[in-house]
């Protein structure tokens, strides 16, 4: 979906996204560009295999320059969690070991939370192909853990950090229902503008022999009308209704719209013959 608007307040917050060993440059960029999307702008690498920077990094970040330039870069696991109070790792797979393990949305709560009070947050994400180890997932407190198919649980390094920067958004929200625009109002319809539908759309059928035979015309009639009023619309949609019947009536298809003669203009030629 297109959505992006220079003219807008660019949100810049959140938690730091730690991405352990990222090997290619095209998913860092999908990262940065899913942080981007809901807010987040912290990115830290740990060794990536790629280095950095890295043009398709760039290139598939779609325009998420502010997160692509501001990239830390790390040798080290513990150098990039070592200014931060709270982490969590992100595991698909039951861990040993004695630390909490939270949802998404628990988790996220928790990061707003301890946000707010001003401290240093991050979320851990492994490896493309294997993940976090087990000595990597000790360093965070917490973990955090996706509600997926169990037979089927490994996700994209780029789709757990959005599900990750979704929940973070939405932790951030007054009203989670709330939405940022609105479908544009509408006038309901009149009956008599309703009526007019129904008078215009029976000529139109009955001209082209649709009512047959002529004895079920009444009942047809009261068929159509049930269809057309099963619900109520609006001034907007009968126009666009009426509109089309128009150009059914108007053209035909061996004389279509853009044709030389519309069936509603066909006249025949005058005979000039008198005034030779």
């Given at each position: 979906?297109?959505g992006?608007?220079?003219?807008?307040?660019l949100?810049?917050?959140?938690?730091?996204?730690?991405?352990?060993e990222?090997?290619?440059?095209?998913?860092?960029?999908?990262?940065?560009?899913?942080?981007?999307?809901f807010?987040?702008?912290?990115?830290?690498?740990?060794?990536?295999?790629?280095?950095w920077?890295n043009?398709?990094?760039?290139?598939?970040?779609?325009?998420?320059?502010?997160?692509?330039?501001?990239?830390?870069?790390?040798?080290?696991?513990?150098?990039?969690?070592?200014?931060?109070?709270?982490?969590?790792?992100?595991?698909?797979?039951?861990?040993?070991?004695?630390?909490p393990?939270?949802?998404?949305?628990?988790?996220?709560?928790?990061?707003?939370?301890?946000?707010?009070?001003?401290?240093g947050?991050g979320?851990?994400?492994?490896?493309?192909?294997?993940?976090?180890?087990?000595?990597?997932?000790?360093?965070?407190?917490?973990?955090?853990?996706?509600?997926?198919?169990?037979?089927?649980?490994?996700?994209?390094?780029?789709?757990?950090?959005?599900?990750?920067?979704?929940?973070?958004?939405?932790?951030?929200?007054?009203d989670?229902?709330?939405?940022?625009?609105?479908?544009?109002g509408?006038?309901?319809?009149?009956?008599?503008?309703?009526?007019?539908?129904?008078?215009?759309?029976?000529?139109?059928?009955?001209a082209?022999?649709?009512?047959?035979?002529?004895?079920?015309?009444?009942?047809?009639?009261?068929?159509?009308?049930?269809?057309?009023?099963?619900?109520?619309?609006t001034?907007?949609?009968?126009?666009?209704?009426?509109?089309?019947?128009?150009?059914?009536?108007?053209?035909?298809?061996?004389?279509?719209r853009?044709?030389?003669?519309?069936t509603?203009a066909?006249?025949?030629?005058p005979?000039d013959s008198a005034?030779?």
């Amino acid at each position: 979906m297109a959505g992006t608007n220079s003219e807008r307040q660019l949100l810049a917050e959140g938690p730091a996204i730690i991405l352990v060993e990222p090997q290619m440059g095209e998913n860092i960029g999908m990262v940065a560009r899913a942080m981007a999307n809901f807010g987040l702008a912290e990115l830290r690498l740990v060794n990536p295999r790629d280095g950095w920077p890295n043009e398709k990094a760039l290139a598939t970040a779609s325009k998420a320059d502010h997160v692509i330039e501001a990239t830390k870069v790390y040798d080290t696991l513990e150098q990039a969690v070592a200014d931060l109070n709270f982490v969590y790792a992100t595991t698909a797979r039951e861990r040993d070991g004695y630390k909490p393990v939270r949802s998404p949305v628990v988790a996220a709560e928790t990061l707003r939370a301890r946000f707010r009070a001003g401290e240093g947050t991050g979320i851990l994400f492994g490896r493309e192909r294997w993940g976090l180890t087990n000595e990597e997932v000790a360093l965070a407190d917490e973990i955090v853990t996706f509600p997926v198919n169990p037979a089927f649980a490994s996700l994209n390094i780029a789709q757990a950090v959005l599900l990750m920067s979704y929940e973070w958004m939405k932790s951030g929200m007054e009203d989670v229902g709330a939405v940022p625009f609105q479908a544009m109002g509408q006038t309901p319809s009149t009956k008599e503008q309703l009526f007019g539908l129904f008078d215009q759309l029976e000529e139109a059928l009955d001209a082209r022999g649709y009512f047959h035979p002529a004895g079920k015309k009444p009942k047809m009639v009261d068929n159509l009308r049930a269809v057309l009023s099963r619900r109520a619309f609006t001034e907007q949609e009968i126009s666009v209704l009426r509109g089309v019947i128009s150009s059914l009536d108007r053209f035909s298809r061996k004389s279509p719209r853009g044709g030389r003669f519309p069936t509603a203009a066909k006249e025949t030629p005058p005979d000039d013959s008198a005034d030779a």
